[in-house]
Nanobody
Framework: QVQLVMSGGGLVQAGGSLRLSCAGSGRTFSGYTMGWFRQAPGKERSFVAAITWSAGLSYYRDSMKDRFTISRDTAKNTVYLQMNSLKLEDTAVYYC??????????????????WGQGTQVTVSS
């Protein structure tokens, strides 16, 4: 069983930055697409970014591309989401996920097989 352990959430002022981490336990991410999603209160879970593990090719939701960066550390079997210039509307529970197949463009929830528990990101004014 793939287990995803998340960290890095918290409270940050608008304009600030956070880096979320998602560490894999049980097996390597090799052969997977790693994705980040978020869910604001009362909203559907939506795609943020994804990265292929082998080549490190990334793909972003258009509204996130200029402010968020997804990356991975193969030695640590960890995927990161660097979030800069945070806005109030970025407040949400953020999830990492692993999908079978090392593919660049995976934006659907159904494309992912394993999910982290989520970490709260709250942006304040």
């Amino acid at each position: 069983q793939v287990q995803l352990v998340m960290s890095g959430g918290g409270l940050v002022q608008a304009g600030g930055s956070l880096r979320l981490s998602c560490a894999g336990s049980g097996r390597t991410f090799s052969g997977y697409t790693m994705g980040w999603f978020r869910q604001a209160p009362g909203k559907e879970r939506s795609f943020v970014a994804a990265i292929t593990w082998s080549a490190g090719l990334s793909y972003y939701r258009d509204s996130m591309k200029d402010r968020f960066t997804i990356s991975r550390d193969t030695a640590k079997n960890t995927v990161y989401l660097q979030m800069n210039s945070l806005k109030l509307e970025d407040t949400a529970v953020y999830y990492c996920a692993a999908g079978l197949g090392d593919l660049q463009r995976r934006v659907r929830i159904d494309d992912y097989n394993y999910w982290g528990q989520g970490t709260q990101v709250t942006v304040s004014s």
